[in-house]
Nanobody, 126 residues
Framework: HVQLVESGGGSVQAGGSLRLSCVAS????????LGWFRQAPGKEREGVAA????????????YYADSVKGRFTVSQDYARNTLYLQMDNLKPEDTGMYYC????????????????WGQGTQVTVS
């Protein structure tokens, strides 16, 4: 099955930046979407950003939660099977565990559409 390993989390001050990475292995032939999700303590997991992978490098479609539009950018390096999340102008409310996930069902920010999940990387903004 698809394996996902996140990295790049850390602690930053408000206004700072972080770049998360997610390396995917055992790529699924029916891959449709890679997404970033986050979960703060006591809160439900929520979608942050996603990128459509069903059309190859020539087709670029991305999705963002309203709370991160204009601050976060999702991208993919097909050659390295790596998903990125560039996070700028971070706010304390961005604090949480960030997860990379893979979907063969549909693309977007709905948690239930994703089958494979990484272990997460912690982001703390003070």
């Amino acid at each position: 099955h698809v394996q996902l390993v996140e990295s790049g989390g850390g602690s930053v001050q408000a206004g700072g930046s972080l770049r998360l990475s997610c390396v995917a292995s055992n790529w699924h032939p029916k891959s449709l979407c890679l997404g970033w999700f986050r979960q703060a303590p006591g809160k439900e997991r929520e979608g942050v950003a996603a990128i459509y992978t069903g059309g190859g490098p020539e087709v670029f479609v991305d999705y963002y939660a309203d709370s991160v539009k204009g601050r976060f950018t999702v991208s993919q390096d097909y050659a390295r099977n790596t998903l990125y999340l560039q996070m700028d102008n971070l706010k304390p409310e961005d604090t949480g565990m960030y997860y990379c996930a893979h979907s063969t069902d549909a693309c977007g920010l709905v948690v239930g559409r994703y089958t494979y999940w990484g272990q997460g990387t912690q982001v703390t903004v003070s």
